[in-house]
């Protein structure tokens, strides 16, 4: 069978995409490597998304159940757990060939929406790939009644991470290496407003653990010293890697930790369309959902030469 579309990864950008090929009814699946509904269900099923317009307080695996179900309702077709290994694409036919580890699949065109959370970025220093306290998502926040924990990292997700952990914690601490927060305004002010004590200019060099000690050996930046915390367990929030060794046949070029995309989501290579996370904009689920739908209507432009187009 040759499909108009195939879409690799079933997050918000992915299923919006889905849902779009639904109504212009182009030929289409979507790969997911995992479970659909990206890591709003796999990373931050308990998060609360107050960001997508009529989800208020709804927490990310509701929201998340709520587009499959939508995309599901439309006809669209959502194959989990099945990653794309390689995309190839024969040049004269304009013809891609999507391999995954269970088959092989023929489209006219490839829309990449993978997120970038799949592969978080390490700190690479002692003691952090040996201790059995450190994580790099925050799945349920109850799993650490009556810890100390330590996050690190000053973005949207350590923020969220923080606060929602002071609400089970016996004592929670966030460590960034700067002096301010990249985070959104409204989710500095929930901190400001919570008992995490901040640790400004603070970087994390080690962690040490023992049979019955763990501790977290901290630098400030500014005064040159040396902290030492003994906490239950450490979250790492410091950005994530692509995980793209399956588009290294096509040569597509990846800057700074993104696609490099047109304004209508295709990339340099003919047929091949980027949205969401990856694309490096916003980085918000709707922006994630505006570009799959974007892509979509770009694809069915390219394919079927609308009069109106």
């Not at 509904?37 to 989800?55: I, N």
């Not at 340099?268 to 904009?281: F, K, M, S």
Request: some cysteine; hydrophobic content about 35%; overall charge positive.
């Amino acid at each position: 069978m040759l499909y108009d579309l195939i879409i690799v990864g079933a997050g918000p950008a992915g299923l919006s995409a889905s849902l779009t090929a639904c109504y212009l009814k182009l030929k289409h699946i979507v790969l997911e490597a995992s479970i659909a509904g990206g890591a709003l269900r796999r990373r931050y099923p308990y998060k609360k998304v107050d960001s997508v317009l009529g989800f208020k307080g709804a927490k990310g695996r509701e929201v998340a159940e709520r587009f499959v179900g939508h995309v599901k309702s439309e006809g669209g077709l959502i194959i989990e757990n099945e990653e794309v290994k390689d995309i190839k694409k024969d040049g004269k036919k304009k013809i891609f060939e999507v391999i995954t580890g269970k088959s092989r699949y023929k489209t006219k065109t490839v829309l990449i929406t993978i997120g970038i959370t799949g592969c978080p970025r390490k700190l690479g220093i002692p003691g952090e790939d040996t201790s059995t306290c450190v994580d790099y998502c925050l799945i349920n926040p109850t799993d650490y009644q009556g810890k100390k924990v330590l996050v690190i990292g000053g973005g949207d997700s350590a923020l969220e991470a923080a606060v929602m952990l002071d609400g089970v914690c016996n004592k929670v601490y966030i460590a960034h290496r700067k002096d301010r927060f990249r985070a959104t305004e409204k989710n500095q002010e929930r901190l400001k407003e919570s008992n995490v004590e901040v640790l400004w200019n603070t970087e994390l060099k080690e962690i040490e653990e023992t049979e019955d000690k763990k501790r977290a050996i901290l630098f400030n930046n500014k005064t040159n010293k040396e902290i030492s915390l003994q906490v239950g367990h450490v979250f790492i929030f410091c950005g994530s890697a692509l995980k793209v060794e399956f588009l290294k046949n096509l040569g597509l070029e990846i800057e700074k930790n993104r696609f490099k995309v047109k304004d209508d989501m295709s990339t340099e290579i003919e047929g091949l369309y980027a949205a969401g996370d990856i694309t490096g904009r916003l980085r918000r689920i709707p922006q994630a959902i505006g570009e799959g739908h974007l892509a979509v209507y770009s694809i069915y432009k390219y394919l079927k030469r609308p009069y109106w187009a």
